[in-house]
């Protein structure tokens, strides 16, 4: 890390205001007789991050196949959201982005990119990169990540116990992750090799794991303020349940069409098994609503364990999804109608890619069956959990708190626009500006793409561009393009 790095410069300030504050607090208690000093517990934080989740893959976003009473329950007795964003149409960037609080422009990880000469995990984030985590722990905060990192190697700078979390616990890879059944989990810098899983058994299922050591964190540390980053890995291909109840509910409710790949669970393939595919599924569509459901189990097992502990009244949870829906490993969203009538999917920076169920819950501070259109992305999590903590946002965070919308208030922030860039053969721009929505692919083809523009006010969908009729606003979108793109050394754009 550079001694005087933007990290560096965050805590020294960071740790001198809240010295400074303590000092106040102590003189304040000095100055009454025989009266102790009655500090509140900072309210606890949890954020649950599902994985190609589709904007309409919820029942309370409209899913009419599968049932998910656990996050309608959250959406009853809190905030929905309708117009948050994702920080990308893929996995790395987009947990970038929601860590750091800077969009695709600016954060440091752009792209899914593997590591060099590295067995398991992606390239990492910079040292000097701070991220929400480390926010927190600077207000006093105990950290703890479950589930899928994919920013940075186990032991790298980009390591998640690294950049603030106190206990990991899941997959460091991506790549690993892509399997439900693998050997091994990381328990923070060690192996947790899981019981009965050699790629060609099927035993313990990980995410079941991920979420007993979740559950355990809150309960370990029910009398202390803490952030809970539970990065869940459903319901991502590869497409497999346990065969249990949640799976027999779906098993025969619809019609099927078996997915057929090598290299899956089977001893018939051994050591040729390929660890980044997915296996056969002969119910693909029971399983993907299975698997769901599972998350659903989850969300609902959190709430309620919350509500055992008795800190449910000052503990905010939020739940949104990574990106758009995937139709990798067996996947149909069509058929579920994923991605709400959106249009495009996982990959894509039309909406259905990039726009999230988003839901926030906060007993006594947030009304219960609020819905709101404020227009909100990922990189606006990183102010509003700081200010919730009551601790200073980074300079260089893209993001604007949402908290005055959670509390109903009406000095709420708007951004001038928002922005996102897909670093695929021939990259990808997008960018919104009010109701107006500016979409460029394949910018660096022969002959080059142009800048499609469409009104979401009118055409949600996306389905009538009209650059033509509007030239003056798709300059616009071009010079947003050009203003909110920093290149990066380790994913260039140009």
């Known amino acids: 890390m550079k001694l005087f790095g933007s990290k560096f410069l965050f805590f020294f300030f960071s740790t001198l205001i809240l010295i400074c504050c303590s000092c106040k607090e102590g003189a304040k208690g000095n100055s009454q007789e025989n009266n102790a000093v009655v500090t509140q517990q900072k309210p606890n934080i949890i954020y649950i991050l599902a994985d190609d989740l589709g904007y309409g893959d919820l029942a309370c976003y409209g899913q009419e196949k599968i049932e998910t009473p656990n996050i309608d329950r959250l959406a009853l007795r809190g905030m929905k959201f309708t117009q948050h964003y994702s920080g990308s149409s893929v996995c790395a960037p987009s947990r970038s982005s929601l860590m750091t609080g800077e969009h695709t422009g600016h954060t440091p ?28 722990k600077s207000a006093g905060y105990v950290t703890g990540a479950f589930g899928k990192w994919g920013l940075g190697y186990p032991g790298s700078e980009g390591d998640a116990n690294m950049q603030g979390f106190d206990t990991f616990y899941g997959y460091n890879c991506q790549r690993l992750a892509h399997r439900y059944y693998p050997p091994y989990l990381r328990n923070n810098q060690e192996k947790d090799f899981l019981e009965g899983n050699d790629w060609t058994h099927m035993v313990t299922y990980a995410p079941d794991k ?45 019609e099927e069409t078996p997915y057929t790949i090598e290299n899956s669970y089977t001893s018939d393939y ?31 097992q959190v709430m309620n364990k919350l509500e055992e502990l008795g800190i449910a009244d000052n503990t905010i949870v939020m739940f949104a ?45 947030i009304k219960g069956g609020e819905t709101s259109n404020h227009i909100s992305a990922f990189w606006d999590v990183m102010p509003t959990v700081a200010e919730i903590a009551g601790v200073q946002t980074p300079e260089n965070c893209d993001g604007i708190s949402f908290l005055p919308t959670l509390l109903s208030q009406n000095d709420q922030k708007m951004h001038d626009y928002l922005y996102w860039e897909f670093h695929s053969k021939y990259k990808r721009q997008a960018a919104r500006k009010g109701d107006w929505k500016g979409v460029l692919y394949n910018k660096f083809s022969e002959p080059g793409g142009e800048i499609e523009l469409y009104n979401l006010a009118k055409d949600p969908s996306e389905n009538n561009n009209i650059a033509d009729e509007h030239p003056e606003i798709v300059s616009e979108m071009s010079s947003i393009f ?9 994913f260039p754009f140009q």
């Open 270 to 300: 051994g050591a040729d098994i390929v660890q980044k595919e997915y296996c056969s599924q002969k119910t693909p569509h029971a399983a993907f609503a299975s698997m769901i459901h599972r998350l659903d189990v989850y969300v609902g």
């Open 321 to 365: 999804s990574d990106n758009g829906p995937h139709a990798e490993g067996g996947a149909d969203p069509d058929f579920f109608n994923s991605g709400g009538g959106l249009r495009g999917i996982k990959r894509d920076l039309y909406e259905g890619g990039i726009r999230s169920p988003f839901i926030a819950v906060w007993p006594n501070k």
């Open 109 to 136: 990880i752009r792209g899914n990119k593997e590591a060099e000469n590295n067995g398991e995990g992606q390239v990492p984030m910079d040292g000097n990169a701070i991220t929400i985590a480390e926010v927190l």
């Open 210 to 254: 991920i979420q007993d050591q979740a559950l355990k964190f809150l309960e370990d540390n029910k009398g202390k303020a803490f952030f809970a980053y539970l990065p869940y890995t459903l319901p991502h291909a590869e497409l497999i349940s346990p065969n249990d109840s949640i799976l027999r509910k779906y098993e025969g409710k619809f």
């Open 482 to 490: 050009s203003e909110a793109h920093k290149e990066s050394e380790l």
